[in-house]
């Protein structure tokens, strides 16, 4: 699966992206008028291969959820129970990226690739003496792209990775089984009618994975690479680049081997969106990164298949460090700064409308000649 959706992707269109431009220069606005949207509505029309390019909706947000064998070097100071507890809080509606899809009128897909703990609609975690058939069917089933309900995927590769100071987080099997199902869920996706992918992602302590992501693909500095993650104090701070840095000493991951480096020091939410981001590409349909996690698997995307950058869009730039020193190597400018650094998916959703907007130019804004306006 994984080499015939690499085979499938494609650099832009030149002639489509040529096009676009021409006819933002006919549109009844100064050229360049509108700045990063018009290179983006480009952008978009090279993956298409059209002129205007499909508007990008509806919007499907898939939140990748694992834990972390890294997580046992105290590199967070949230239990590991929080990432199942925060899916049943995602299923129940009631998350910041939930609000957030509510308003751009996205669904909201949850996979389970590698939960350490039951999760609460589980037959394993219902309270004793329940009928587990009275769990919410609504949440499991075929992709439905539904912004009311929030469906669950259950498609663990493990349950959680391994300590990665202590030998590979995965491996290489496994890092192919991750990638796999997030090819899976973008086509399901797509199939089901979705024309704009986000990037979600839970997993307590799943920032210390990226920063070795993003390091081993960048070449920077563990330092450089890591940040404060959910708000760790100085020592943990200090601690966590050490934990990345000695990761790296270890394994010496290896950047022309994309799934070395995600067995070796990857987490399986990394894993997954990868797979995700390339089987989007392959289906010439957008992906709209969302932070630190989501880049850091656009990292391995790209080291998989370069020309899967074209179908990238950097929603925001993370408060992460490591997120700017992705986009910087993606080549990809963010759409909006705000300081985030919540991940699920948040930054993404508030940037989807900018994207819809830069499209919507090329379908609906008049030309000097249709609307009869005088150019210069």
Known sequence: MLETTIAAIRPADEAAMAAARELHGRLTKPVGSLGALEELSVRLAGLAGACPPPLPE?????????????????????????????????????????????????????????????????????????????????????????????????????????????????????????????????????????????????????????????????????????????????????HKVAVVRAALARHTPDPADPLGVLAAVGGLEHAALAGLILGAAARRTPVLLDGVIGVSAALAAAAFAPAAVCAMVAGHRSAEPGATVALRHLGLDPLIDLGLRLGEGTGALLALPVVTGAVRVLHEVATFDSAGVAEK
């Open 58 to 238: 509806p919007a499907a947000v898939a939140i990748f959820a694992g834990d972390h064998g890294v997580h046992a070097q105290r590199v967070s100071p949230w239990p590991q129970e929080v990432t199942a507890q925060m899916i049943g809080n995602f299923l129940a509606g009631g998350a910041v990226v939930n609000a957030f899809a509510r308003q751009a009128g996205a669904s909201v897909t949850v996979v389970d690739v590698g939960v350490a703990t039951p999760l609460p609609t589980d037959p394993a975690a219902a309270p004793a003496g329940s009928d587990p058939a009275a769990l919410d069917p609504a949440v499991t089933g075929p992709a439905v792209l539904d912004p009311a309900v929030p469906r669950l995927v259950v498609a663990p590769v493990r349950r959680g990775t391994r300590d990665f100071t202590v030998t590979t987080a995965l491996t290489r099997d496994e890092a192919l089984a991750a990638v796999q199902t997030g090819i899976r869920i973008a086509d399901e996706l797509i199939d089901a009618g979705a024309g704009i992918l986000l990037t979600g992602d839970m997993g307590i302590g799943n920032t210390t994975p990226a920063a070795a992501l993003i390091a081993a693909f960048t070449g920077v500095d563990a330092l450089d690479a890591t940040g404060r993650g959910t708000g760790v104090d100085d020592p943990t701070y200090a």
